[in-house]
Each structure stands twice: as C-alpha cells, then as structure tokens.
C-alpha cells in the first residue's frame, strides 16, 4: 500500500528499487504534488535522482520509519510495515547489533549467522524459563517456553515447526529447542530421559547428515520428534518419525559435498585396537566417501565426533555388541564400493576377482558366504509363466546393482538404528500431552535437481500451505465464518501447485505408473508430463532438453515480480529407478542368511501397513484428527509401494499430526551462500522472506484478534466472575456478552462471533487476572470457615476431655488419701515391730559372737601352747640324736686323723679373730657418726633451699614490678601515638616516630634482655637444686647399702651365737637400740627427701609455666609416689598425701559442699585403683619367681633354727614399721573425722545435711578400709617375694659349696652374672678359698644389696629419662610455634614492603604496639601462674606445720576442732562463691532423646527470641562438657552425632523457612566456636578469661566433630542463600528495572505483537507490584532475622554479599536480554536504586562486608547507558570506566541501546568497532551472561564468646527440667 501525497514533502525519507540491495534509502528533495511526472530524490551519498513517477512507470516509493523504529525486536511494532522497512530492519540488526532473532507477528525469524554464539548456554536457559514471550529479545528458547507454556496452560498439544532453505540453521534450531525442554521438563526420578533424548541428536547426525555445497551439516532425511510430557509436565518419553533418507548419497556425492559423517568419523577412528578387524584405512580410499574430492569439514573432527557418537549409543543402551555390528555394517558398505567389477569382452556379462580383498571383507563383516554374492552381483534370475533362468548383467547393470545393494543396506540400518532409538526414548507410563519438533529439509536446487530435490521441494509446497492455511486462509475464513467486521486480504495459495505433483494425473501418479510399465523409461515419463501438463502454470518445459521439466514453485505473478518466483529444473533421468528403488531378491537372500543375528534381522519383511518412511510405531503419538484435505487413494497392496507413493502417504500423516496441535513457526533464513559470517545478502533474504510470507504475517497479526474462545469454554472458564442471578440464563451466549460488557468496558477490545468471541491482544491475560483475584478470595474465605469448624470441634473434644479427666483425677486423689491413711497406719505398726526384732536380734548375734570369739580365742591358746611344747619335745630328740652323732664322728675324726683336727682347730682361732676384727670395724658407733653427718648436711641444704626460695620470690617481684613498669611505658607509648595521630604532620613528625619507635624497641630489647637474665638465673638456680638433690641421693642411697650391710650383720650374728649365748643376748638387744634409732633417722631423712622431691617439682612446673603458654590437653596423669628402698616396706608418701589432702579439702569445703561433691571419692578410688594394679604387678612377680623355684627344683623344705630366727626378726622390723605408720595415720583420720562430726552436729539442724554428712563418712570409710586391705595385701606380697629370694639362695649357699653352683644360677643383672661367671673360671685353683669366704653367707647378703641399689638406680633412670623425653616435646612444640611466629612475621614483613612509607610507619607502629600488648599478657599470665603456685606451697606448708604442732603438742588435740571451726567456716564461704556452678549440665543417658527433642526438634525460634542469643548451642555445649568431665566417650560421641542428624533432619522439613534456617545457622556455627573456643588448644585461648579457662574439655579432642560442624554450617548457609534468594527473585527486575523510584523519567514507546499477547497471566501481585522499597524492606527483614537469632556479623555480611550478588546478576541478565530496558532514562533509574541500596548497606553497617562490590558491574551498566557515545574519547572512557563488564556485555549494552525520543541517537556501527578493536587486549571469558548460580566461598571466622557458661539461665519454658546443673 502506498503512502499519501501529503506525506511526500521535502527531507522526507523514502526506499526506492535497487537491482543490488533490492531497496535502497533516499531523501526527497523537493515537495511533491500530484501529477509531477518526477520525484526528486537525493541519495545517501549526496548524488541527485530524477525517480519518474506515474501509473504506467514506478508507482509512490515507501516511507522510511524514524530513526527511533529501527532495530526494533517485532517487526510488528514498526510503523509503517511494507517489505524494505522489514528488510532493513533485519539488516540493522543482524548487522550492526548482531542479532540473528526477530520476531515477526507469530513467527521467529531466525537468521544463520555461520558463527558459534555464546546465546545457547544454561544460564539463558535460566532466563527465558518462566518468562513471557514478549518480556525478552527473541530467541529460539523465548519460543519453546511458549509452547511448553502453552501446553501447560490449554492442556493442547504443540508443535514447533522450523522451515527454511538448506542451510539455514534449521537442525541447529530444532536441536536448542530440545535442549530446552530437556532442561525446563527435565524427568521426575531418575531416568534420565531428557538426556537421552539430546543424546538422539548426535546419533542422527552421524548417518542422517552431510556436507553439501550450502551447508556443512545439511540434514538429509527429515524428522519429527514428539516429546511426550505427564501430568506436571515431566519428560518421560519422545518419539521420532523420520521422512524419505537420501539414499542416493550413500553411492554419488556432488563436487565439494561428502557422504554421511559416519562414514568419515569411523575412517578417521579405524586406528583403534576394536576397530581393526574393519580393515579400514583413509576416506581417500573409499570410493564411496572420495567422490566429492574433499574429505574434509573445516573446523570438524571426525574422531571426537565418533567418540561422541559412541557415547549416545551407549547412554541410549545400544548394547557393544550392537554397536559392534552397526560399525561393521558400515565398513561393509564401504568395502562393496570398492569391489571391482570386471567387464567381459562381449560387454554383455562381467566377473569379480576371486582375490578381490574388498569383497571378502565385505562377506567377512556381513557375515555371508563369498562365492554365492560373487555368483549373484554378477548374475539376475528372471521369471516367467514358465520358467526361472538366470541371465548375466552387463559391468554398468552390476555396477548400479552394487550400488542399489549399498543403497538398500544403508536405508535398512538407518531404520534399525531409528527404532532402538525410539526404543530408548519409549516410556511405560501414560502419556498426557506432547510437543513435536519439525525438523525436515529444505527448499533446494542446485545444478542437478534429481528426485530427491523434487520430494524435499514437494514436502516444502505441503509445509508452505499448511502454513498459508493457518496465518492467512483460515485466519479470514474464521472471521467471515463468525460474521466479524474484517478487510479481505488477498493472498496467494500454493494448492494449484500441490495439485500439479499429487493431484490424479500429477507427477507422482504418472510416475508410478511408469513404473508398472515394463520396459518404461525416464524419457517416456518426460513426454508424458509434456503432454498432461504442458497447460498448467506451474509448470514448464526446457527449451534446450527433452528429458527435464521445470516447477514453479511459491510463484503469485499476480502480486509479485518474476523475481519472487523459485522456478526449479529437475533432470529426469534417474526418476524412475529411484523411485522403484529396486533391489535384487537373490542378494536379499544371501543377506537374510547372514551368520549374524543384526544383519539377518535388518532384511526381514515387514508386515504390510508399515511405512519405511516412518521408523517406528506412533501409537502413543496418534491423535483423533481430520485431513484438512482429502488424502490420494491408496493403489492396490498387491503391488510393492514405490518411494514416491510412501513418502506422500507419511506427509500426509504429518499434516494431519501438525493441524491436530497448535503450531509455533521458526523461520531461519540463509543471508548468504558464501557461508560467510555476519554477511548479509539483501536479495538473498527478501527472496526467502517472500517465499514464507512474513510480510503478510506482520499485516495480520497486527490488525486482528488473535484470541478466541467458544462460548461454552468461555462459559466454563469464566463462570467464578459471574453473578448468581446472571447463572441462571439459558442462553450462554447472552451470559457471556453481559458479562464482557461489564468487566472490559472498550467494545473494540472484543467481538462477538456467531459461536466464538475474539479478543485483542492482551484481554485474555486481564480476565486471567480477574479470575486468579477470585478464586484467592474465595479460597481464603474457605480456608476461613474450615479453620473455624477445626478450632470449635477441637475446643469441644478439649473441654469433654478436661471434663473426663477432672473426674477421674479428683476420685484418684481421694482413693489415694485414703490409701495414704491405711499405709500410714501400718507403718507405724510395722515401724514398731521391726524396731523390736532389729534390736533383739542385734543383741543376739553380738552375743554370739562374742561366745564363738572367746572359744576360737581358748582355743587358739590353748593349741599354741601345745604346739609349743611339742616343738620343744621334738627339737630336744633332734639335738640328742645329733649331739650323739657328733659325737661319735668326732671320736672316729680324733682316733683316725689328730693331726688334720689341730689343723682344724688351729684355723677355727685364726678365723673368729679375723671376725672379731670385722666386727669392731663396723660397729654401731661408726654408723652413728655418719649419720649424725649425714643429718647436718641435710639441714643445711634445707636451710640455703629456703634462701634460694626467698631469692626467687625477691626474684619474681622484680619481674612483676618490671611488667608494670612496661605496661606504664606502653600505656604512655600508645597515648603519645594518639596525639600523634591527632595532628597532621609532615616528614620531621614522622621522623619523630621512628626515633621514638626506636626507643620502644631499645626498651623491648632491654625487657627482652631482663627476662633473659631472670630465665638464666632461674635455670642455673634449678641445676644447682638438681645437684643438690642428686647428691641427697647418692648419700640416701649410701646410708641404704650401709644398712642392708647392718642387717645381715644382724642375722650372721644371730646365726653365730650358738656357742656365746650370754654374750649374743645382750648384744642383740644393744643392736636392736641401735637399728630403732638407725630406723628413725631414716624415716626422718625419708620424709625430708620425699618433702624436696615435691619442691624440685614444683619448681620445674614453675620454669614450664614460664617457658611455655598455658594449655588443656589429655594426658595420663603421672602422680609418682616415693616408696621405700629397703628391706622394710613402708607406706608410700603419696599415700598419705592423698588422703591428708582429701580431708584437707573436706575441712576448706565445708560438710555441706563435700556431702555432694564426689571428687574426694574419685581420689580415693584413684589411689585405690593405683594400689590395686601394683598388686597385681607384684602378684605377677610372686608368681613368676615361683615358677623359677620350681623350674630349677629348689625347695627349703628343713630351714635351720638360724634361718627361722632371722625371717622373724626380719618380719618384726617391718611389722613395727608399718604399724607406727598406720598408727599415725588413723589417728589424724580419727581426729579429722570426730572434728568434722562435731562441726556437722552443731552446724547442722536438717536431717538432710546430716544424711548427707552420713553418706560422706560411710563412703570414706568405706574407701579407707579398702586402701588398707590394698596397702595390707601390698606389704604381704613384698614380703613374700623378699622371704623367698633369700631362702633360695641361703638353700643354694648352704646346701651346695661348689664352684659349679654360681653357673646353673641366674642373677638379675644379666652383666653382673656373666662378670662373675668369666672371673670364677679363670680363677678355679681359688675356688676354695672363695669357699671359705662365702661359708658364713656374707657374700650371699651382700650381692642382695646390691641388687636393690641396682633397682633403685634403675627407677631413677627410667624416670629421668621419662623427664627428658617430656621436656624433648616440649622443646619440639617450642620449635613449631617459634616456627609458626616466625612465618606469620615473615608474611608482615612482605605486606610492609608493599605498603607506602607513611603506611608502612604507621602499620609497624602497630605492630609494636600489638607485640607489647601481647608480652605483657603473657607476663601477667606467668605472674598470674607464679602466685597460683605460691597460693599452693603456703597450702602444703600450712599442712605440714599442723602436723607438726599435732606432733609437738599432744595435749592441744582437744582444743584443736574447736580453732578449726571459724577457718572451716570462712573456706565454706570462699568456695561457694568460686564453685557455686562450673557451667555444665548433667542429663541420663535415656534423657536424651528428649533433650534433641526439646533442643531441637520441636525448638521454634520465637521461643528463645527473649532469651540469650544461640541458647540451644550453649545448652548443648553445657551437656558435652558435663561428658567429658566424667570421662563418658560414648555420651559425647551419641550426644554430637543425634545433634547434627537432629539439626540436618530439621532444616530438612523447612527448607523454604528463611527463619528457622537462619536461627539453625547461628546455633550451629556458635556451638563450632564453643567446640574451639573450650577445646584447650592455646591459638583458641588467647581471648578466654581464666574462668573460662577453666571450663575447657579435659579429657577428649572433638576436632573430628568440629570439622563434621564446620560442613554443616556450610551447607546451612548454602540453603539459606538458596531460600533467600527464591524469595528475592520474582522482585529484582521489577524493583530494579521496571519500578519508577523517579517519577516520570521513563519514556513510552510502541511496542510490538508479542508484548501485546502475552500467553501468561501478570497479575497486580507479580513482578510489576514490586517497588525498591519493597526490596529493601526485604533486606531489612532478613537482616533483622539473622541479627536477632546471634548470627556472627562476619556471616551476615558474607550472606548480604552473596544476595547482592544475586541482585546484581539477574538484573544484569534482564539488562542484557532485553532491548527496551536498554536507555538513558533506565540506566539513570538504575544509579538511583543503587545508590538507595548502597545507602542501606552504610544504614547496617555493611559497606565493609564487601556487598557494594559485587553491584559494580550493574553500576558500571548504567553509567554505560548514561555515558556519551560518539568520540574517541568516549570510547577511551568507556574502556577505562568499564573495567568489571567483560567485552562481550559491552558491545551487547551498545547494540541493545534505544533512544526513547527522537532527540537522542543511536549507537554508531563505528562506534561499537572501536570499543571492540580497543578491547581486543581483554582476557575476557566468552560467556555473556552472568552466572546466576555463582556461590562465594564463605568462611566462618572464629569469633569466641565473652559469656561465661555459669552465668546462663535456662527458661522453664522450654521444659528442661531433667537437666541438672553442676
């Protein structure tokens, strides 16, 4: 339609005709009037144009839309819409803005750009998911999520159909669209079906697609994938149909075209080990695969193509073996290409060569035998009426039989592997809807046309009307139809054309009946189309040949020049072979017999009804239609269908299928031939933009109603908005037309037809909304009165109840007081008689016992003294019987040998005047001077210890008044720092700085130097005390070897008092003085070593607090006990110190305290458990000697009366011993305890403090009478195992004189023996005189000796070497932290160097001033720790100057409780208030499940809201600490693990809860922080107070545990971010982009048909209601949440970062993908709603947390929509500001760019080439969308709690009760 003159006037644009460009611009020059013959014109390069006008000449040229109109995305939305405006249009933004989708009405043109684009990734298919069609820039996606829409929304079925030109991007098209759905539909469970169906496309590729001379994967069959869908739209099956497979180029490939890509692909892997038994080489070798003369795909690899192909057989389960025989299948098709075929000489018959290696592999791979498909390739068998013979074939008959064979095997495998595809792809469950995916060839002519290119351009004649039909045809047959008002367009229909090759007598039908001819031809068939159709429109003969014929395809010469036409010449030769596609039936045969299962089942027949075009069964696809056109009659099934005849009768069925759904069109055009990239051919693309009939789909679409409903459909839809008088009309009609009347108030906006109404675009969606609006009302007044109904049934099932039971618990009450009265009164009764029987029968059995002691007592007695007597009676006729025997012998030694007795004698005197002598030597005397030495050494010792102590503490106050000193300094030091800070200095200020710097660090320095010194001072000090007590040692363990000396003196004496019996008795009693006052200095020397040992080591745990940092870990605890190194056991000193300390901490406790306090216990156990194991130990020993007694058959079975003497005497000294000592020690219990009972009875007026009291005695006594049992049975081992090793070797020395002796013994000392053993060999000839000396068993006791000073220098050693080890890891842990300091200073040195000067002053004046901080913490911690163990000395001093007075001054026992009490009192006092409760909870083992359950299970937020922040995690922290403390592993292991299943089970139910996952994000990280900060390792501690110090885990290491927490918060995290950002999504783009935060700055522009018919209702509470505000408040929101539940703020921010990074993506994406966002006004509105969030950020202080930053590339976005765009220098700015932007974004901004008034201009094509030249340098990634998805690393810093665990209260609410604290 041509424009007005009124329009034509000067500067006025116009498009007039061009040969090149179609259309090219101008300007007028001149005003225009009618009947001017010429319009002046002026061209776009400044030359004039006479352009003749006139009815006979050119007609008005069109008008050229504004500036502002142009890269519009619909062409619909242009003003003036004609074919160079619509032209232009694609080209500015194919072009200029890179654009290959515009949308055009109701159909996407898609233009081929020859290029990858980084559009297709899933981050877009993320975007255009859930969003209207007309909201986004046209893309394939945009129309796949309408039809899915679609089809979720009209429950119809869809179908997407792709047309265009070969080469037009239509595979590519289809192939995104069903990536698509794969990705929007993905399956319900786990099958995967959406993977497999994109796992199709490679495998159809493969054997379906090849090059050709227009493009580089040219589909050469056609399909139709129907995707099936259930009832929520899951995939859960597809289906495929495939049409008419060029077979023909399986054998012939034009020049610079190749055969299929399976071909190449398996040539280009024939090197794979699986893959040599195809003995394939090159594709070169092939003839087959070489015809084309380029093997080649620029770009393609054929090897990573085939691996690709291999993985989607195997995902769509084609079995290896399958595939195996498919490869070998196609190797075999290759190899009978190959086959020479050798022509005789008559030319009548041919051979192959037995040697032909092709043809063997050809039967080798197939399977067949060789000799039969030599005999028949060759060879063809006729029959006749009469007979079958066989007749030879000529090489060129042989040769196309060869190929046929090719052909056919090809076709058969293509089809196999089709249907297990669609096997694959099938699925048992129903199927509810389903979209089809058209994707078939095509239009085409090249320089030959053959019968393939005249079905693919018939197919596309069918697709051309079916589309006709639907946008024009029936569009104005449906108006006229429903009598609307409506402007005939006229169009044109391609029927007349369909008639031409489908009609009877059209092409196809005189084609087949060529075919039935016997000897009919190709060029029979030409003449017979001559004749038939030489008259028709369509069609016309070549002048130059007989044997071609030419269609007119698309052709409309009445509205359209010669040019719109697509006149195709199709050669006839080869029409009717292709179209029999014959086969031989013998070579069939040998295939059928093929060994191979695969090959045998490809050739078998089908059953009759089955198309080969269509693969497999559509049953589940079938749908209930009618042909909008009558179908071709079926020929008789007698005879065999030909190709032409199937594949029409399967177009047919894909019409019927495509008219039975709603259509969506994808138009692809080609814009060149050259296949170049971003090159647009204009007449190339007007010739196919008439040819599929945008021009007149912009025209309608425009104009008309494209929505229409049926009045009863209406009706039933929109009935809710009807009122209840209109329901009851009759007539549904009048019902409908009030009802429109009333809601839609624009009458232009409907109309109403004879059976449906039509709306504009637009209305639907408005009524959608009203009928949402009104369900919600009506759902919520529903929920309403269902919820009330609940609540009254609810109240009176709760009232009957309450009833019910007041009832019964008010007659249960009264039953009970009754009962309670009967059982009172007879317990009184059954008090009283028990009284009775208790009393009577404790009298009884004392009485009895009493009677049965006194008897065991007499007799007792009474068999002593008998025994006695017989002892004496027996020992008197021992000595008579021997005395006579001497006697005798000494009379028969007299009368045989008098000279040997004076020998005999004469020694005797010599020997007890050398025994004399030895005695004199080592009298009593002597050993009392040494000791009288030894003592005064002693208390001198003890005298310079007590000035060396007063040194150290003189010592250590210096120290502390040093700290101070420095603490001072520093406090000076940091307020000189303030002022300096304070005043804006130059350089000399900074000079003075560094000089006072470096007179903090010459001070640190000396305070370095003096801790030092005080280090070296205390160290020499500790190995002079060392020495000292090594020298205490040596003397101690003199005076024990000089008293075994005196107490086997002792038992040689009273061996050797036989003859001197007077003299002995009074000797013995002189030694038995001397050994009591000997045995008394050693226990005093004892006791004063055992008193410096515990000072030596409680000086070397005061040099380890000084060395090292205080810290918790789980040692065993090595509590050493002194015991006695003689003879004589004794009770070991830590016994005793045990229980002394045990009812010392009773008496500083208090009665009331110790009652419940059961650490005293835990150390009497501990020390009972310690006794216990020593006996075992010492048991094992018994027995172990016991074992060796017998092994060497030694037994003392008649000891001597000296041997018995000596076992008593030895037994009576260690009898005395440990009863002094046991005596003692009861008496201080007994003492304590009447003490403590007379405080408890005067102190205590309850009877529950009493009982208590009680308890406790019992309990101790209890512990104390099993000490004794253990201490009792310790002391009998010991002196069993002493008793039996001197009976043996006093036997051996007795019973056995010979040398030979000391060999079969074996001495402890392994060394000692083999010396004694090697000097008693070498010296043998004195084996006498060692006889002599060892005859009285001196030598005997003195090796015992030595064996316990073996044993005591042995324990000394091993516990020094225990000592050194332990300071071996402490120096070790020493040098880890010095490492660690060490690292972490070298990493501040490397961040100084790369600050400034200024800064790097000011950070090591920091630094400084931290180190400072740090050592005088650590000095105030020593000192802390110093006056912590002088607090502890001055207890044990205190102690033992009690004893002492106790011991001096007896007869002050009495008054000793009564100064006691007042001290009890005030330690009671002082104890309660540091011990009231140690901040852990105690809970049973079957308590908790309940605990989990009331923690966390049922725990809501709302009910801790008022309490202390993370309660739950302190509870649970409180109950794990109260485990650890007893010791219980699988408590805390149970506890920790029912915890985190609890915590993950719950955040499970509320995975949609932003609250609850919040408030378990908080708890848990704070319960980690609690697990770090109470776990003992000092980097946790720096920070802790000393009580919290106190409260940390004693016993177990729960790292494992933390690190299990630290995942957990994580992955709590990750859903809180999931949960806040699906809440935050529907809001950003519109609070972001589309709310108006500045009124009246937006602009208005025309928009186009797909945003004025949305298929999606938007209602006032989706996107479009959300304001900035109303994301800010969200932010608020959950800002408060998370503040309120205690959540770390450094996990605040954390999580506000990733939220804006949220905001900053989608809003980028929407930026990004959509073209009128893109404008001055948006990017201002943009900056303003930053800048409100940035303001917000500063508002919650969370500027720092690094959220601002994630928005700098939306910021940089709109500055980019705000900066000019015309210079250099702006292009230099642009690149300079946008540094965040990637490359690709930028070009996208500029290209998307859209002036909103005619004042502004479009960005320059120039202009966007120099930002891109200038960027070129940018690494950018190619993606251009922003990843959505992208989750930061969030990282839980370590931030412990100022709360002290004593100090927290638990609510009663939460019904804790069985908590108990402790």
């Known amino acids: 339609m041509r424009n007005g003159l009124k329009f034509l006037l000067q500067f006025t644009r116009v498009w007039i005709p061009d040969p090149e460009d179609v259309w090219k611009p101008a300007e007028i020059t001149k005003d225009y009037k009618e009947g001017d013959p010429i319009l002046h014109l002026k061209l776009e390069d400044e030359s004039p144009l006479e352009y003749p006008v006139g009815p006979k000449d050119n007609p008005l040229p069109f008008l050229r839309n504004p500036d502002i109109l142009v890269g519009e995305n619909d062409l619909t939305a242009l003003s003036y819409l004609h074919e160079p405006a619509v032209l232009h249009n694609l080209r500015v933004r194919f072009l200029e803005s890179n654009h290959i989708y515009t949308y055009c009405g109701i159909v996407l043109v898609a233009i081929n750009p020859y290029e990858q684009l980084q559009i297709y990734g899933e981050e877009v298919i993320n975007a255009y998911s859930g969003q209207n069609m007309g909201d986004m820039d046209p893309h394939i996606f945009a129309v796949a999520e309408e039809a899915y829409k679609q089809m979720a929304r009209d429950e119809r079925n869809q179908s997407i159909i792709v047309s265009g030109e070969s080469g037009a991007g239509k595979t590519v098209s289809a192939k995104y669209a069903m990536r698509f759905f794969a990705t929007v539909g993905g399956s319900a469970n786990d099958t995967n079906v959406e993977e497999k169906v994109l796992a199709s496309s490679p495998i159809m590729e493969a054997i379906g697609n090849a090059k050709t001379t227009r493009n580089d994967n040219s589909s050469r069959f056609g399909k139709y994938i129907q995707i099936g869908f259930n009832r929520h739209y899951h995939i859960i099956g597809a289906n495929m149909r495939t049409y008419l497979l060029e ?237 609307i008002p409506w402007t005939l367009i006229d169009f044109y229909d391609n029927q007349p054309c369909i008639d031409l090759i489908e009609a009877r007598l059209g092409i196809l039908d005189l084609l087949d009946e060529e075919c039935k001819v016997p000897k009919g031809t190709d060029q029979n068939w030409a003449q017979k189309l001559y004749g038939q159709h030489s008259s028709s429109a369509h069609f016309q003969k070549p002048r130059m040949s007989n044997t071609s014929f030419i269609i007119i395809h698309f052709a409309d010469k009445q509205r359209h020049r010669s040019t719109d036409t697509f006149t195709v010449e199709y050669q006839c030769e080869g029409f009717l072979e292709k179209n029999r596609d014959t086969v031989y039936e013998e070579q069939i045969n040998i295939l059928k017999a093929s060994k191979f299962q695969l090959v045998a089942d490809l050739f078998q027949e089908k059953q009759d009804g089955s198309s080969s075009s269509s693969s497999t069964s559509t049953k589940s696809a079938r749908v209930n239609v009618r042909a909008a056109k009558p179908t071709v009659k079926v020929p008789n099934k007698d005879h065999r269908k030909t190709v032409g005849h199937q594949f029409r009768s399967s177009l047919h069925l894909l019409m019927e299928t495509l008219n039975a759904t709603t259509p969506h069109y994808v138009r692809c055009i080609k814009p060149n031939d050259d296949k170049e990239a971003f090159s647009f051919d204009s007449r190339r693309a007007v010739q196919q933009l008439r040819a599929c009939g945008v021009l007149e789909t912009i025209r309608i679409s425009a104009a008309g109603y494209p929505s229409r409903w049926t009045y009863p459909d209406f009706f039933n839809r929109y009935r809710v908005l009807m009122k209840k008088s209109d329901m009851t009309i009759a007539d549904k009609k009048l019902v409908c037309k009030n009802l429109l009347e009333t809601l839609i108030k624009d009458p232009d906006k409907f109309q109403f037809g004879k059976t449906k109404i039509f709306f504009r675009a ?442 018995e003497s000596a076992d008593l005497a030895y037994n009576s000294l260690k009898r005395q011993e440990l009863e002094s000592e046991n005596k003692k020690l009861k008496n201080d219990l007994n003492e304590l305890r009447k003490m403590i009972a007379d405080r408890a009875s005067q102190n205590s007026s309850s009877n529950e403090l009493q009982d208590s009291y009680n308890i406790l005695l019992s309990q101790l006594k209890a512990a104390n009478e099993e000490l004794e049992a253990r201490k009792e049975e310790v002391l009998i081992l010991r002196a069993q195992i002493v008793s039996n090793a001197q009976q043996i070797e006093k036997t051996e020395h007795i019973e056995r004189n010979d040398v030979q002796e000391l060999n079969n013994k074996q001495p402890i000392d392994k060394e000692e023996a083999i010396k004694a053993y090697h000097g008693l060999c070498e010296s043998k000839n004195k084996a006498q005189d060692w006889g ?114 106790e011991l001096e001054l007896n007869q002050a026992v009495a008054t000793q409780p009564s100064r006691a009490k007042p001290e009890l009192s005030r330690q009671v006092t002082v104890q309660r208030k540091e011990k009231d409760f140690e901040g852990m909870l105690e809970y049973y083992k079957e308590d908790e499940a309940l605990l989990v359950k009331s923690l966390i299970t049922d725990m809501k937020p709302s009910a801790v809201s008022a309490t202390v922040p993370c309660l739950p995690a302190y509870i649970l922290f409180m109950c794990i600490r109260h485990a650890d403390y007893i010791d219980a592993d699988q408590k805390v292991e149970a506890l920790l693990t029912t915890t985190i299943n609890a915590i993950k089970k719950v955040l499970k139910k509320n995975n949609d809860d932003f609250e609850m996952t919040s408030f ?98 938007n209602d006032g509470s989706g996107p479009s209601s959300y304001t ?195």
């Open 762 to 1203: 637009g209305q639907v969606a408005y009524l959608e909304k009203l009928r949402a609006d009104k369900f919600r009302s009506a759902c919520i007044k529903i929920q309403k009165t269902v919820r009330g109904w609940l609540q009254r049934v609810r109240y009176r099932k709760i009232r009957t109840a309450t009833v019910t039971l007041q009832r019964y618990v008010r007659g249960y009450l009264a039953r009970r007081y009754v009962e309670h009265l009967r059982l009172t009164h007879a317990a009184i009764i059954c008090q009283k008689q028990y009284r009775m029987v208790r009393d009577r029968r404790a009298y009884l059995r004392v009485r009895q016992a009493v009677i049965i002691i006194q008897a065991y007592t007499k007799g007792m007695f009474t068999r002593r003294i008998y025994w006695e007597f017989l002892l004496h009676h027996k020992a008197m006729i021992i000595q008579k019987t021997v005395r006579g025997w001497l006697e005798r012998k000494k009379f028969r030694r007299a009368r045989n040998a008098a000279i040997i007795i004076q020998c005999a004698y004469r020694r005797m005197c010599a020997k007890r005047q050398l025994k004399q002598l030895k005695i004199e030597a080592r009298s009593a005397e002597h050993l009392k001077k040494l000791n009288t030495g030894m003592e005064n050494k002693i208390v001198q010792l003890q005298r310079k210890m007590d000035d060396q102590s007063k040194e150290y503490k003189a010592q250590n106050e210096q120290l502390s008044v040093a700290n101070t000193s420095l603490s001072t300094e520093l406090t000076k030091t940091q307020k000189e720092l303030e002022q300096l800070r304070s005043r804006q200095g130059d350089g000399s200020q900074i000079t003075s700085l560094q000089e006072e710097l470096e007179k903090l660090r010459e001070e640190l320095q000396e305070a370095y130097a003096q801790r030092k010194r005080l280090e070296e001072e205390h160290s020499s000090e500790k190995q002079g005390l060392k020495q000292r007590v090594e020298e205490l040692e040596r003397e101690n363990s003199l005076l024990k070897s000089e008293k075994e000396e005196m107490n086997q003196r002792i038992l040689q004496q009273s061996k050797s008092t036989e003859d001197q019996e007077s003299s002995a008795s009074q000797r013995e009693v002189s030694l038995q003085t001397e050994l009591d006052a000997e045995r008394q200095r050693y226990q005093n020397l004892l006791k004063e070593f055992s008193r410096l040992e515990q000072r030596y080591d409680n000086l070397q745990e005061e040099v380890a607090l000084a060395k090292f940092h205080p810290g918790h870990r789980r040692n065993p605890s090595n509590q050493s006990s002194l015991e006695s190194d003689s003879n004589y056991p004794s009770v070991s000193t830590s016994e005793v110190g045990d229980t002394e300390d045990s009812i010392q901490l009773v008496e500083e406790m208090g009665v009331e305290k110790a009652a419940m306090d059961i650490s005293l216990f835990m150390k009497l156990q501990k020390r009972v458990r310690e006794l216990e194991q020593e006996r075992k130990r010492l048991q094992i020993s018994l027995d172990k000697m016991e074992e060796l007694a017998k092994h060497k058959g030694i037994e003392s079975k008649t000891p001597s009366s000296e041997q």
């Open 1668 to 1862: 900035l505000q109303a994301l800010i408040r969200q932010l608020g929101q959950f800002h408060s949440i998370m503040g309120e539940h205690g959540l770390d703020p450094e996990i605040v921010g954390q999580v506000f970062r990733q939220l804006f990074h949220c905001i900053n993506a989608i809003t980028l994406n929407h930026l990004l993908l959509c073209k009128d966002v893109c404008s001055w006004s948006t990017g201002m509105q943009l900056r303003y709603n930053i800048s409100q969030m940035e303001e917000w950020l500063r508002g919650n202080n969370l500027y720092q947390s690094k959220a601002a930053a994630t928005l700098e590339p939306i910021i940089q976005a709109a500055q980019l929509l705000q900066i000019k765009k015309k210079t250099s220098q702006d292009a230099e700015a642009i690149c300079s500001l946008c540094t965040a932007l990637t490359t690709h974004q930028i070009v996208k901004i500029l290209n998307l760019y859209t002036p909103l008034n005619e004042f502004e201009e479009r960005v320059t094509v120039s202009f966007i080439r120099n930002i891109q030249n200038r960027l070129q340098e940018r690494n950018d990634p190619q993606q251009l969308l922003v990843d959505t998805k992208h989750v930061f690393p969030v990282l839980f810093p370590y931030t412990p709690s100022a709360l002290s665990l004593e100090t927290i209260h638990i609510p009663a609410s939460l019904g804790l009760d069985f908590l108990v604290r402790v």
């Open 1560 to 1657: 378990w994000l908080a708890n848990t990280s704070r319960l980690l922080h609690c697990l770090k900060q109470y776990s003992g390792d000092e980097v946790f501690m720096t920070q802790n107070t000393a009580k919290q110090n106190e409260h940390c885990l004693k016993n177990f290491d729960l790292a494992e545990y933390r690190q299990v927490l630290s995942d957990l918060s994580i992955q709590i995290y990750q859903q809180l971010i999931k949960v806040a950002e699906g809440i935050m999504q529907p809001m950003i783009v519109s609070a972001m982009l589309e709310s108006e935060s500045i009124p009246s700055l937006a602009g208005v522009k025309p928009m186009g048909y797909r945003n004025r018919s949305s298929s999606m209702d």
């Open 1332 to 1445: 002599y000396l060892n005859e009285d068993g001196e030598l005997g006791l003195a090796y015992q000796g030595l064996k316990q000073v073996a044993r005591l220098l042995e324990a000394q050693l091993q516990s020094q070497s225990r000592q050194h080890k332990d300071e071996l890891e402490a120096l070790h842990t020493q040098i880890e932290l010095l490492k660690d300091d060490i690292e972490k200073k070298q990493e501040m040195l490397n961040y100084t160097m790369s600050l400034s000067p200024e800064a790097q002053v000011e950070y090591s004046v920091q630094q400084e001033i931290t180190r400072l901080t740090n050592d005088n913490l650590d000095l105030k911690e020593l000192v802390e720790k110093l006056e912590k163990n002088e607090r502890k000395l001055k207890k044990q001093l205190r102690i033992y100057m009690k004893k002492v007075q």
């Open 247 to 483: 077979k023909s180029r399986v054998v012939f490939q034009a020049e610079d075209e190749r055969n299929y890509h399976i071909f190449y692909q398996l040539c280009a892997s024939a090197s794979l080990p699986e893959f040599k038994d195809l003995a394939l080489t090159s594709a070169d070798d092939f003839t087959y695969t070489s015809l084309g003369e380029n093997i080649f795909i620029e770009g393609v690899n054929d090897a990573e193509d085939f691996e690709k192909t291999r993985e989607a057989f195997t995902l769509l389960s084609v079995k290896d073996s399958n595939q195996s025989s498919i490869f070998k299948i196609i190797a075999s098709i290759l190899h009978l290409g190959n086959v020479e075929i050798c022509a005789e000489r008559d030319g009548e018959s041919c051979h192959i060569s037995r040697d032909d290696p092709h043809l063997k592999h050809f039967c080798r791979l197939l399977g067949v035998e060789l000799q039969q498909m030599e005999h028949w390739l060759c060879h063809r068998k006729l029959a006749t009426a009469s007979e079958t013979y066989v007749k030879n074939m000529s090489s060129k008959q042989a040769a196309n039989a060869r190929d046929a064979l090719a052909k056919h095997i090809y076709a058969r495998l293509f089809d196999w592997i089709v249907e297990h595809v669609n096997m694959a792809l099938q699925t048992s469950f129903k199927q509810h809807s389903f979209i089809g995916v058209l994707d078939i060839y095509g239009f085409e002519t090249f320089e030959i046309n053959s019968f393939e290119q005249f079905c693919i351009n018939y197919a596309n004649e069918k697709l051309q009307q079916q589309f006709n039909s639907h946008v024009f045809k029936l569009e104005q047959e449906e108006y006229m139809k429903e009598q």
